[in-house]
């Protein structure tokens, strides 16, 4: 099993940044991959970005590409989502979640979620 929280989120100005982090427990943490996603109110869960059990490879929805960075320390079982140039079409609930098996964008491949953190961007 596989325990999940993330932080960071907050209330942030159009234009500004702010970094996501999901802290894991539980299993090998670099025995999974980890996945963003994103649910704004009335909206359906939509994926954001992936990184691979490595780290070498990632993956981002195209609305995001060029402003959001993923990464991870397989160290200290973290990974973060650097958010710049936000928009408050980015204002959502933002989840993290694991795979064990492949890279995927996929929300019913991930196996464990957390809570989520709420980012909100103002106009």
């Known amino acids: 099993q596989v325990q999940l929280v993330e932080s960071g989120g907050g209330l942030v100005q159009a234009g500004g940044s702010l970094r996501l982090s999901c802290a894991a427990s539980?299993?090998?943490?670099?025995?999974?991959?980890i996945g963003w996603f994103r649910q704004a109110p009335g909206k359906e869960r939509e994926f954001v970005a992936a990184?691979?059990?490595?780290?070498?490879?990632?993956y981002y929805t195209d609305s995001v590409k060029g402003r959001f960075t993923i990464s991870r320390d397989n160290a200290k079982n973290t990974v973060y989502l650097q958010m710049n140039s936000l928009k408050p079409e980015d204002t959502a609930l933002y989840f993290c979640?694991?795979?064990?098996?492949?890279?995927?964008?996929?929300?019913?491949?991930?196996?464990?979620w957390g809570q989520g953190t709420q980012v909100t961007v103002s106009s």
């Open positions: 979640a694991s795979n064990f098996l492949v890279l995927t964008t996929k929300s019913s491949d991930y196996d464990y």
């Open positions: 990184i691979s059990r490595s780290g070498s490879n990632t």
């Open positions: 539980g299993r090998t943490f670099s025995s999974y991959a």
